[in-house]
Every structure is written in C-alpha cells, then in structure tokens.
C-alpha cells in the first residue's frame, strides 16, 4: 500500500481519468472563466501544478501552509497539493478573527499563507509581526495570486515520496486553557481511517457525494472527501449548506454528510420528501449529537434511517452505525474497523456494558500528539496508547456506544466545537465583569449553543446587546453565546467550584 495519502488517492481514481471528479453547480452561468467541471485528468493536473508552485516558493517538506479561504474546489486541490508535496496542510475556520488568526500563526510558523483577497492587508500584517511567512490570495471562485502563479508554472515537480508518519495536517482544537492546540495528523493517521470509513459505507465509483460541509475541519474535509477521493467517486460541491440548493442537487446524488443542524433545516422544507431521497442510499451525520426525535422525523417522512457516527480532530473517526444492520437512535454505533474502544472508571478499570465511565480509543487512526506540547500530549493518553477523548460514555450488552456527557465543559454547535475557557477569559477581561460562565444549553437548529451567565463589578451597567458585540468583535460567530444572563453570584461546591450543572438546568430553556 502506498504510504503517501495522495498516491493512495491516486491508486484509487478511476481508469478513465476522464471522469468527473467534482462539479461545482453554484458556478454555473459566471462565465467561461470561472470553472464549474472538473475530470479526475484536471484534478491531477491542478494539483501537480499547486505542489510544484509551493517548491518554486522553496516550501521544504515537512513546511506548514496556513490556509483561510472560502471554499472552494481550488481550496481542496491546495489540500491535495500539500499532501503532493510534503508539505503541512493547516486550515483555519473561515470565521477567526485577526487574533485568533494571530495566535495560530505564531505557534505553526507556516512558511506560506493562503487567505483570501480581502483579508491580504490584515494577513501581510500579521506575517510581518512573526517574520516567516509568505502571503498569497484564492477567492471563492478560485481566483487570485496564488492561482495566478500556478498558472505559470512550466513544469511539475514529481510527488514527494511521504512516509506513513509524515505530518499531512495540523488541525487546532480549543482546550480548557482558552489556548488552541494543534491535533498533528500523519499521512497513515488519515489513510487508515479513510479507508475503514471507505469500506464501513460501502463506497464505490457508482456514488455520487454531495458536499455541503465546510471544509476547514475533520468532517468536510477528511471524512467526505477521502471517502469519495478512495473509490474514485464523485462530488457535487455546493460552497455552503442551503436547504433549497441541497432539495435541487440530491436527485443526482446518492450520499449526504451533514450535521444535525443540516437535518432540522431540510426537514423544517415541506418539499423535503420521500421521493426526493428515494434513490438516496446513505445519509450520515456527525460533529454534534443527533437528538432522538430528529432521528424518527427523519426516518418517518423518507423511510431511510441517518447513520450517526462519532469522531474528533485528533482521532478522525471512532464508531459507526452499521450500514447494513441497525441503526440506533441515540448511539454511535461501533468501533470502526481498526479501532478500539473502552470505558474506563476513575481508577482506570474497564467498566461493564451499560456502565458509565470515560471514553478511551487507540488505534492507526489517533494522533501522534499536540504540536510543540509534548506534556499536554502525554497528559491525554493512558498506558497502552490508549487516548482519553474526554467523553463520557457507556457500551450496552450488544456493543453500540452511548455518549452520555462530556468531560471539559465542551459545548458543540451547529458542529463546531466551542471551549468554554476561551471565551470565559474574553469575557472577564471586560471593565465591568468581576467573573464569567459559560454553559452550554439544547438548541434545536444549532444542538446546542453557548449561554453566558455574568457577574458584574460592584456598581457597574453592561447589557446583553453590548457585551454579545464585543465578543463579535474578537471571535468566530459559533463561540459568541446565543443568550447572556446578569446574576449577584455563581453557584459554587465547597471546594469553590463554579456549578455549572445548576447552571444548565436554570438557563436549559434559554434558547428553545
């Protein structure tokens, strides 16, 4: 088996290269000289052309490419690129901010930026600020300077040969400490988990995928188009989810990915129906708890049952719902094939099925660890490789596993993670606020959403409207919390402990 991803992509696109590989349908009618089609013969050439551009800049293997940009399908052939060329792919959320952009920057030291036009000024800025990167631009329709330069290049480098663990991507997750971490992903972490997913689906050349997922994290970007990328299959690439557009492309579609939020949203459309999905063979969902009762809607209006499964940025994924078998409302599934899976007590003793406890995992597809933190690398893994995901979980007498909370206070919305610390310490650097808490509260569109509950200093005014646009100002929209709440004091236990279980049950009803 080839040990870079990208010649395994390569082993896996069809005979005739001829084939569409990706479309991209909101482009129709912009024009000849926006692309709206692509063959498996135009992705290979692009990508040549995007690696061998990065050596002309004289990237060195093992070099990190920080990428912020809309997406686009340019945006996927830089990732491939990367992956051609040795190099380091790390994306960034569309939504960062210039410090939250700042921080990451400073800790990955990229040796090349790719941002979009519009950012090219804020983004020279910050590169000058850490005296090691290179600026070029790539706008939602594939336009820019880093297109341009592509276009000139007259000969392409040969792939670099990448061993299995080779870095192939650094993805930052949030921590308790307010301070993100970056997950380092090697080329055998994602080939092993794509391939298992590849086969746990029954992907092959017949399917036709269509893409609506931001690509800028693990779901978008490694479980939906590696699935489709290793059976030589096609996307339809939409630039964002919306439910009308997703209602007119699925009859040429035969699989979906999409997180919960995708679901209420299409099943909120009277016009989505079974006859609409009738030729439909998988949709899954992920990045945020499918509830029970969007699981039967689901299933009772198109008689086809969402496979829910489970992962994280430093694992790829976990467990999966059978394809063929049951698929149980409010479980993950089981451990994908590849991987293992226990639940542990507090003294590290395998629990019983339907005891609760924490969840481990290990398997090829986990992380080698955090880069540049080695301690915070060994904190998260028990004797025997084992990784801590930091949920808490049960496995039933038949084997799915149940997440029953989680562990760090972590609130998922709309998919993406949000790490109450972070924005707790924005917060409470406010003149007004003596202290803060964040907790996270059931919302039916995003699953759940962030709530603030405030303390203010002694004689101090500051109302919700002000303090949600300060955070605005200096975070991603899925951090900023849905509701902010003004208290004397926070609940706290003997030890001093902020409540925040009383919290959630006060405020549960906040964003209903």
């Given amino acids: 088996m080839p040990t870079s991803l990208y010649t395994l992509f390569q082993s896996a696109f ?51 490419v920080a990428v912020q940009v809309e997406k686009s399908p340019e945006a ?13 792919f790390l994306p960034m959320n569309t939504a960062y901010r210039t410090d939250e952009v700042d921080y990451l920057v400073g800790n990955a030291e990229p040796a090349l930026m790719v941002c979009d036009p519009a950012r090219e000024a804020e983004m ?20 820019g300077t880093f297109a341009e330069s592509a276009a000139r290049v007259r000969e392409a480098h040969p792939p670099v040969d990448c061993a299995s663990k080779d870095l192939a991507a650094i993805l930052y997750t949030s921590g308790t400490t307010g301070k993100p971490k970056g997950a380092m992903l090697s080329h055998g972490n994602l080939a092993a988990n794509g391939l298992a997913l590849r086969d746990a689906w029954a992907f092959s050349e017949a399917d036709t995928l269509l893409h609506a997922l931001p690509i800028f994290h693990a779901h978008g970007l490694f479980v939906a188009c590696h699935t489709a990328l290793l059976s030589g299959a096609k996307m339809i690439w939409l630039a964002k989810f919306d439910a009308a557009q997703v209602r007119e492309h699925l009859p040429k579609a035969t699989v979906f990915m999409g997180v919960p939020t995708f679901y209420t949203r299409l099943l909120d459309d009277p016009k989505f129906d079974k006859k609409l999905v009738s030729h439909m063979r998988l949709f899954t969902s992920g990045s945020a ?12 209006r198109t008689g086809l049952a969402i496979l829910e499964r489970y992962g994280m940025t430093e694992t790829g994924m976990n467990t999966s719902n059978p394809y063929i078998g049951e698929r149980r409302a409010g479980t993950v599934g089981f451990p994908l094939p590849g991987v293992e899976a226990r639940v542990v007590a507090g003294d590290d003793t395998i629990c019983g099925p339907g005891e609760i ?27 025997g490789c084992w ?17 029953v909370g989680r562990a760090k206070d972590l609130i998922i919305s709309g998919g993406f993670n949000v790490y109450p610390k972070e924005i707790e310490e924005l917060i409470d650097d406010m003149p007004e606020v003596l202290e803060s808490a964040i907790v996270g509260v059931a919302h039916r569109d995003f699953g759940e959403a962030g709530v603030a509950v405030i303390v203010l200093n002694k004689d101090e005014m500051l109302d919700e409207a002000i303090l949600i646009a300060r955070v605005k100002e200096k975070m991603a929209n899925y951090k900023v919390p849905k509701r902010v709440f003004f208290v004397e004091s926070l609940p706290r236990n003997t030890m001093g402990k902020v409540q925040k279980n009383l919290l959630r049950e006060t405020y549960k009803d906040a964003c209903r």
């Fill in 387 to 403: 990784f801590k995901t930091g949920d808490v979980a049960l496995i039933d007498a038949d084997g799915y596993v149940h997440l």
């Fill in 14 to 64: 069809p005979d005739d290269r001829k084939r569409v590989a990706l479309e991209a349908p909101d482009r129709a009618g912009l024009g000849k000289t926006v692309r709206a089609s692509w063959s498996y013969i135009d992705l290979e050439s692009i990508v040549a052309r995007y690696a061998s551009l990065m050596g002309d800049l004289r990237l060195k293997r093992g070099d990190r």
């Fill in 76 to 88: 996927l052939f830089l990732y491939l690129a990367c992956l051609r060329g040795g190099f380091v």
């Fill in 357 to 383: 406890g924490d969840l481990q995992v290990r398997g090829q597809n986990v992380f080698s660890g955090y880069w540049r933190m080695p301690e915070k690398t060994a904190e998260e893994f028990a004797e």
């Fill in 124 to 143: 020279v800025e910050i590169a000058r600020g850490h005296g090691h990167m290179q600026v070029l631009t790539l706008d939602g329709l594939g336009r």
């Fill in 289 to 300: 708890p499918l509830l029970a009762e969007t699981f039967e809607e689901f299933k009772s």
